[in-house]
């Protein structure tokens, strides 16, 4: 056997318990076909094999980004970056923009978070004084509230007698006019409104920012976006261009087309395939939004915002259920976890009945950021996968110091659901937080927001992870939760070629460096889709 591609002189981790470290590997085509010893994988070389002397660096499988808003993170480059550090500076942004956008154009932009301003919310007004003629329209950081102008309300013809929508509120003053604020499915009523991109617009976007993705490590994700995203993606896959792999999450409003075409859970290609139907259970932490069974510490009188019913989600889940779709609900507080759970106890019940293991359809909940104690245990012994995100958890903290109290024990409880027996899913929530996933194996391991200010060094650190154990939640947690792991997740052979090579051994160095490591090569079937000039 001779192969195409050699990797020598390397750290690989291929994460398999047998053979956990090797230094080199072979690669035939799109697959690995050997490990071992530079000196036996050297003997299958040929005169044109591509040999690589990675110089001792470390390897990892490639990673996956398993919670992911991949046609939100695309458009970034064409919004307003409104993560300032306060409003004044937002503002003088938008009024510079405005002086070089057409009167009517819309301006948009995202990240702004008042939590990081003076806790104050904003409101039109405060963009009406500067932007009177365009209409504006600001998502914020957590993406379960917006910020808009009088001129964009008043192009969605809403006004006092405009109800709340289910699972939503509008902001008000106290005459009851919209304020400017939008929480949870009350920015539809704007964004319905807004000029829509093409297909093609979405597709370049998309394109263009997964060679950024390669420059992380990244090798694939799970996308959680709407519908014009999988169309997006599909054109990509035709056309040949898409370089990532991609579980593509379908939204519980297209669960009928879904079904009527026959799609489940599991089918399409090697780069585009079918995940689960997304449902929204309740809001967010910074926005005062996630179901709470109680109120929070400084809203007493706010236990959060229910947007899907318990009985509705069950409604939705065993239609999907019989039909070969798997379910990923978005739960944050601990009631919306809870609901979650008592759905899904009620799903594995009927698919016992009807024979099917759990490995069938990988029901998921998605971040799974506070739980009651009494709730630790149900994921794993329900076999439903936690799909978390570490970088919340220390972006979040002291939000959840202060919204939370002493329930803050059983936030982030990564180390938890693994002692539990809990699959781990990791990702980042991108744009919501960065997309690049060393910055979230450092805040699995420290439990760090990465400014090593030793006031926010090692928050609730009995949560942390081992970095054996984080990769693991970016590698194969996650090619488990996307239905690849006889494929992807491992560097051992019949595996295909998906790996990133390191600067830095994360595993060896000092855990506070991690989010300082960069990506020297991305491979992706076979192929380097990022390679720096040090690893020619």
Known sequence: MSVDQILVNGRIHTLEPDTSIVTALGITKNTITAIGSDSEILQLANNHTNIIDLQERLVIPGMVDAHCHFDHFSRQSNNIDAAQPNKHKLIQILANQAKITPKEQWITGHGWDHNRWDQDVPTASDIDIVIPNH???LTGHSMHISWA???AINKANINSSTPDPPGGMIGRDEHGNPNGIFYETASDLIASVMPELSIDDVANNMRLAQEKLWQTGLTGLHDYD????FDA?????????LGLRIVKNMPAALLDEVIAQGLHTGSGSKWLSIGGI???MDGALGARTASMLEPYELDTNNYGIVVTKEDELLSIANKANINGLAMTVHAIGDR???EVLNVYEKLRHNERERGDPPSKLRHR????????PNDNLRLASSQIIASMQPIHATSDMMLAEQYWGDRISGSYAWRTQINAGAILAFGSDAPVESINPLWGIHAAVTRSNRTNNVDTIGWQTQQCLTVDEAVRAYTLGAAYAGYRENDLGTLTPGKLADLVVLDKDIYRCDPMDIHTTNVLGTMIDGVWKYRASSLY
């Not at 993606?233 to 261009?241: A, R």
């Open 135 to 137: 209409p504006v329209f």
């Open 149 to 151: 102008n009088s001129s």
């Open 226 to 229: 709407q519908r014009i995203a």
């Open 233 to 241: 993606l599909k054109y990509l896959s035709e056309d040949k261009t």
């Open 278 to 280: 997304k449902v929204f």
């Open 336 to 338: 919306a976890n809870r």
């Open 365 to 372: 909940i998605e971040h799974v950021q506070l739980l009651h």
